[in-house]
């Protein structure tokens, strides 16, 4: 109560509207710290009260502390986490999530996968066929489902070429089950009104990753899951549930990540041309490799970025402090923030907010190319597209080096402009996701192949 509060009703009018996370955060809650100089704001949503912390000072306080900060066990009521389950590298912690943090990060460290990410962006050409109109939200997707399935889990879901992947169109039924608002915002409906569907489709593609599981202790390869088996501590649901974690978070991130870069290059040409030549100096004919990669700090600054403008992650999983606590912010004042309560880390918050960036709504890469440069650094309490601290992305290597090579390879062989009356003239218009993931929906990109 002592807290600055967001309306209830305004919240509860932005989901019944289905306004997207990244909007509600723009409307809501960015006006708390850049008009009021607020550190935090509480507003009730997805059935409890949630603090967004606001302030790259206390958010530095909260990130950087996992002990005294440990995640929140999700609701038992939220049929989500029936797929995702609980005992994995995302929603455990302690001595649990150290043994899970460490397997995973030994196994990610192994491989560098780019020339799978340039295979899996030429069976996408093939797709693409000659070019003209194409939905490109709709590729990103399979790419990136495809990316997470062969280099991490070892397993091909085959979205790229085949139309009806039977793992893809499982997702997206209880996917689109989950965006429901008002089971969202009342996940005890869940409990009253049980959905049979969704579940028996859950329980489903649960069985699909033990079946995939089961393959691999037989079938080894160089994936990450491979590795992760080596490690014995594990158990077979928490490789299960890994397992479903990497998919979950792996895909739809990057996913929508790619379609906002892509987005932003169409909206710009001057930027995309820019971009392609320095690519097609720096491939000079041949395939996306380190050395090259690290010759297109253009490109690279346009993956920055596209992540600040569009994050995918607008805010973080909660976090709680058992004991309470209280956080000084920058503007001198302190919040006191009570045991237990539901605390995000709002991430669209630092990376909109004009007090620290100027012009915070438009895409300009050029703010970033100092950092490449190696004038400054990137500054890591205001730009955390990948959070930052012990629970900071462990796949931010994976998910930059996939970017950087799908849109490399693309601006060497297509140049692309949105159709005339295209929504998303201005900037990328995101979908209503059910985790308020920033992803553009409906991206109808023309795309002519360059000769
Ligand atoms: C552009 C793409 C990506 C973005 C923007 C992103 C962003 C994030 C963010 C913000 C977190 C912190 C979440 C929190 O604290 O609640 C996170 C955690 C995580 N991400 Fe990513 N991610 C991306 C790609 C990936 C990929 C490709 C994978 C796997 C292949 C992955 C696996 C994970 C895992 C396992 C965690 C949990 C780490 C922990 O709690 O210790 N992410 N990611």
Redesign the pocket.
């Given at each position: 109560r002592h807290l600055p509060r967001v309306s209830f009703f305004r919240v509860l009018w932005s989901y019944a509207n289905k306004e997207t996370e990244e909007a509600r955060i723009r409307k809501l809650y960015i006006p708390f710290m850049q008009e009021k100089g607020e550190g935090v704001a509480i507003s009730y949503a997805l059935g409890r009260w949630l603090i967004h912390i606001l302030d790259p000072k206390i958010w530095r306080t909260v990130?950087d502390d996992?002990a005294n900060w440990p995640?929140e066990l999700p609701p038992s009521d939220m049929v989500f986490f029936r797929f995702v389950g609980t005992k994995?590298?995302?929603?455990?912690n302690g001595e649990t999530?150290q043994k899970?943090?460490t397997v995973?990060h030994a196994a990610?460290k192994r491989t560098l996968p780019i020339e799978q990410f340039t295979v899996l962006t030429q069976k996408l050409f093939k797709r693409m066929g000659d070019g003209g109109l194409i939905k490109w939200d709709h590729w990103t997707m399979r790419v990136?489902l495809d990316?997470?399935g062969t280099?991490?889990l070892g397993y091909d879901f085959e979205a790229v070429e085949n139309d009806n992947s039977p793992f893809l169109k499982q997702y997206t039924t209880i996917m689109d089950a989950l965006s429901i608002p008002l089971f969202l915002v009342f996940p005890i409906f869940d409990v009253w009104f049980p959905r049979k569907d969704l579940i028996n489709n859950i329980d489903a593609l649960i069985a699909r990753f033990q079946a995939i599981l089961d393959y691999k202790r037989e079938n080894r390869g160089n994936d990450?899951l491979t590795y992760m088996l080596e490690e014995p501590s594990l158990t077979e649901e928490e490789y299960r549930h890994?397992m479903a974690?990497?998919f979950v978070?792996?895909?739809d991130?990057?996913a929508?990540?790619?379609s906002t870069l892509v987005a932003y290059l169409a909206i710009y040409p001057a930027f995309q041309e820019r971009a392609r030549k320095e690519v097609i100096h720096a491939l000079d004919n041949k395939d996306p490799d380190s050395h090259n990669l690290a010759n297109m700090q253009f490109l690279y600054a346009c993956v920055l970025e596209a992540?600040r403008i569009n994050?995918?992650?607008p805010?973080?999983?909660?976090?709680v402090s058992p004991t309470g606590a209280t956080l000084h912010g920058s503007n001198g004042k302190s919040y006191y923030i009570p045991p237990n309560t539901s605390t995000?880390?709002s991430?669209a918050s630092l990376h909109r907010n004009e007090n620290n960036w100027s012009d915070a709504h438009t895409f300009n890469p050029e703010r970033h190319l100092d950092t490449l440069t190696g004038k400054t650094k990137i500054d890591a309490t205001i730009w955390?597209?990948?959070?930052r601290g012990?629970?900071?992305?462990?796949?931010?290597n994976?998910?930059?080096y996939?970017?950087r090579t799908v849109t490399a390879l693309l601006l060497q062989s297509w140049e692309w402009e949105l159709p005339p009356g295209s929504p998303h003239a201005i900037a990328p218009q995101n979908v209503f996701s059910p985790f308020g993931l920033s992803s553009p929906k409906d991206l109808y990109i023309n795309f002519t192949k360059r000769g």
């Open positions: 990130a996992a995640k994995n590298v995302v929603f455990s999530w899970h943090s995973v990610l990136a990316a997470v280099t991490i990450m890994n974690a990497f978070a792996g895909h991130s990057t929508a990540a790619l992540l994050t995918p992650f805010f973080t999983a909660p976090r995000v880390l991430i955390v597209p990948f959070s012990p629970r900071q992305c462990p796949a931010r994976f998910a930059m996939e970017m």
